[in-house]
């Protein structure tokens, strides 16, 4: 079942190519700019006129919730908010039937995001789930479902689930957009092309992710990490250190990097590792700068970075190249060197990759 792979996590990480591409075959169509989800029926005059989007998840899916506030709000231009499921059901959040409630879950049965999404149904609002199994509680629960072709998912660290997330979610906002029109025909079949070019870098990158061993041979026996990112690649920050936890155990931070200097900063010595996302686009200059004030302070940088940066090599301690992306699908490359880098630091400690301690694989319970 593993096929080869010594664990289902690992085997989870190889298939993303694969899952990321059947999650938008047949969806997507770049050369003529169309997008078609079948099995979504909201009506277009609803997308028209919704007056914003609430973003429900936990964990992992709660982090592929983040990326896609920055799609929603950027492509289709629909004020979008993201919620852990657990917290949002016992907030007096404002709903009404202009809001559309969107339930990310991987299993579909996580017993905090169901009653986020039973008590936005209640308050008259629409729902939409973003669901891998088909016929779970969630997506039977919810009004509308796109799934995420992913297969089963076994590992306990979600993988595969989180780029399958983030793939619907990207189609859902262009398509919105398109509806909405706030995006001009040329720019949807830009970034419907930066979509279907993923599978092939992340294949290009996975041949060759020797360094990202290499790195955790360096820096498995830290006690703590750091993680950075900016705009759409903070969630991806957060997404890193949750799955150094996970399954390494080790005490990991995600951190936007324009808040370290209000604190986190003071963590910063020698021993510190911490693992920066730099890819180019709007906020290139400005993590370079913050870079190099964690820099100033004795820490280690391992920047993730594109393979056309020609700069970071001498601003950073270890570089890991990756295969250059629009940065609105950015997320779907730059989560892939940090999984491995969990994965691989999990190996060399010897933990139990797939069924970590302490942990389940869906949370049913609250
Ligand atoms: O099945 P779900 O997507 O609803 O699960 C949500 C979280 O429990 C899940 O993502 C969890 O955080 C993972 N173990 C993270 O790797």
């Given amino acids: 079942e593993k096929n080869g792979y010594k664990y289902f996590m690992l085997k989870e990480i190889f298939e993303q190519p694969r899952t990321i591409e059947d999650t938008f075959r047949g969806r997507i169509y770049s050369d003529e700019g169309r997008i078609y989800i079948e099995e979504v029926k909201l009506k277009e005059e609803y997308i028209k006129n919704m007056s914003n989007i609430y973003i429900v998840a936990c964990g992992t899916s709660y982090h592929s919730g983040l990326v896609s506030k920055f799609l929603f709000e950027s492509f289709a231009k629909i004020p979008a908010e993201v919620d852990i499921a657990s917290e949002f059901r016992y907030r ?40 891998n199994v088909v016929g779970s509680s969630i997506s039977r629960e919810a009004m509308h479902v796109i799934y995420t072709h992913c297969g089963p998912e076994i590992g306990v660290a979600s993988t595969k689930a989180f780029t399958g997330q983030v793939t619907a979610l990207y189609i859902l906002a262009l398509d919105w957009a398109c509806k909405r029109k706030t995006l001009t025909i040329r720019e949807l079949k830009k970034y419907l092309k930066e979509l279907w070019e993923i599978p092939l870098k992340i294949n290009k990158f996975l041949k060759n992710s020797q360094s990202v061993y290499d790195i955790a041979k360096v820096f498995a026996n830290k006690r703590g990490f750091l993680y950075l990112g900016r705009h759409i690649n903070y969630p991806v920050a957060l997404e890193g250190a949750l799955k150094i936890k996970e399954i390494s155990y080790i005490h990991a931070e995600g951190y936007a990097a324009g808040e370290m200097k209000h604190g986190p900063i003071a963590l910063i010595d020698k021993s510190m590792p911490i693992v920066a996302i730099v890819v180019k686009g709007k906020i290139y200059e400005k993590i370079i700068s913050n870079i190099e004030e964690v820099k100033a302070r004795g820490g280690t940088i391992i920047a993730v970075a594109d393979q056309s940066d020609k700069e970071i ?51 049913t319970v609250e």
């Avoid at 969107?102 to 209640?122: F, M, N, P, W, Y």
């Avoid at 601003?315 to 490359?333: A, G, H, Q, R």
């Avoid at 940090?338 to 942990?359: E, F, H, K, M, T």
């Fill in 92 to 131: 007096d959040v404002i709903l009404d039937e202009k809001t559309l409630v969107v339930a990310i879950s991987q299993s579909g049965e996580t017993a905090d995001t169901l009653a986020a999404l039973r008590l936005a149904k209640s308050k008259g609002c629409q729902t939409l789930a973003v669901c």
């Fill in 313 to 363: 090599g001498n601003k950073s301690d270890y570089v890991i190249y990756i295969p250059e992306t629009d940065e609105f699908v950015s997320p779907l490359m730059t989560v892939i060197p940090l999984q491995l880098l969990a994965y691989y630091i999990s190996v060399i400690l010897g933990c139990d990759v797939d069924q970590p301690r302490n942990l389940a694989k869906s949370v």
